[in-house]
Every structure is written in C-alpha cells, then in structure tokens.
C-alpha cells in the first residue's frame, strides 16, 4: 500500500478559525491532490501540486490555500473555516508517469466546523 | 471541459447475480485513463480497475470488468458474482493530460442476501 497518512483523522473547529490539515507521502511521488467528498458532489478537486512549490487550483479553491516546501508534505489551509467546508477530505498522490497510474489515498479527514 | 457523469446514484443487486455500475465521460483529450474505485463504509479509497484510452481489449480484474465503449463514452463496471462485501460506494474517474483526476457523483451499490 501506498505510504499517505494524514493528519488530523478527525478535527471539529469553530467558525473563523484557521485549520491546517497535513497529508504525508513516503513513495516519492510528484503529484499531490486535495479533494473534498460531499454527499451528491463526489470528490472535488480543490488544489494539487506537480512539485515542491508548485501548486495550482482546482474546481473549489476559494477559501482554501496549499503550500508544499518538500516532496512528502502537502498542506491544506483553511484560512477561516466556515460551515460550508464541513466535509471529508481525501489527499491523493501519483507518480510521473502519464494517465495510466491510479491515484492513490490517504484515510481521509473528517472536518466538522460548527 | 473534463466531465464524468453516473447516473445511478443507487443500485440493488442480489448476492451472486451481476451487476452495472454506468459512468460517461467527455474530454477532448486524445489520452486518457479511466478508473474505478470503491468507497465501504469505512472511508478508504480502494482502487479496482483501469482502461487506457488506447487499449483495444476491455479490463478484468477479477471479478471486475469495465465494459468500455470509446464512441459512446461510456466506462461501465460489471460485477460478477456479486457478494455481500460489494455493499459500497463505486466512483468512476478520468485522468487526462495535466495528470488532474476527474471523478464522478458516485453510485451506492447494495447487495441484498
């Protein structure tokens, strides 16, 4: 199995406070995604980054910023959490190696912003 | 614009028949991956199968097949011999240039005894 741990597993926080969620990859891959799953929304993609440094947006970025300084950590910052980002959210990694690797997952981080 | 789209947001199957878990995709990307994954009670995303944009012979693994149809733009998974450890959530993704992964609603799949 491939090496993704994220931290926290669970987090409730008040509304307007920052949250940082933290996903960890020991096998070396370039990319890096944040999702969020939302009942009837699948999984959205919210940043990723194709390198240290390196991010960009995806289809539900406001509120959101990301910050990778090494290859293994990816960060997710909420910057004021609000109830609307009350969600799971997945980190995924894969390799360089064109569209037939899958993408693999951590366990997921259950948020709740009351 | 990358879309996919299931339309089946739930489905019964009874234990030992087979089953079709429909997904469509749009890209104009002239490669592609297709995957499925499955999401149990627990949370994790489990990855099931794969099928290239250019292979000419449908995925099996297993008891998982993807039933891909490139002019219709569809990427259908089939189990066969459903179990009751089936009982999930299936999505369908697509991976195009840009190496993004596009993934779909989601279809709840229940196997009754």
């Known amino acids: 199995d491939a090496g993704i741990t994220q931290s926290p597993r669970h987090k409730v926080t008040e509304t307007g406070t920052p949250v940082t969620l933290r996903c960890h990859q020991t096998e070396n891959h370039r990319y890096m995604y944040w999702y969020r799953q939302d009942p009837g929304h699948g999984l959205r993609l919210i940043h990723y980054?194709?390198?240290?440094?390196?991010?960009d947006k995806g289809e539900v970025s406001d509120g959101y910023s990301v910050s990778r300084s090494k290859t293994e950590d990816f960060l997710l910052t909420l910057e004021s959490a609000t109830s609307s980002q009350t969600s799971v959210y997945f980190c995924?990694?894969?390799?360089?190696?064109?569209?037939?690797?899958?993408?693999?997952f951590g366990q997921g981080t259950r948020l709740t912003v009351v | 614009a990358q879309k996919i789209t299931q339309t089946q947001p739930g489905m019964f199957v009874q234990e030992k028949e087979a089953v079709t878990l429909d997904c469509t995709y749009d890209t104009s990307d002239p490669s592609y991956g297709l995957f499925w994954y499955k999401q149990p009670s627990s949370g994790e995303m489990i990855f099931l199968i794969y099928q290239g944009s250019y292979d000419q012979q449908n995925a099996t693994e297993g008891r998982y097949s993807l039933n891909f149809q490139k002019a219709r733009k569809s990427a259908n998974l089939v189990i066969s011999a459903s179990q009751l450890g089936d009982s999930a959530m299936y999505f369908c993704a697509m991976q195009s240039t840009g190496n993004q992964f596009y993934f779909g609603t989601g279809t709840s799949l229940t196997v009754i005894p």
């Open positions: 980054s194709y390198g240290v440094k390196d991010t």
């Open positions: 995924a990694t894969n390799t360089d190696q064109g569209v037939d690797t899958e993408a693999f």
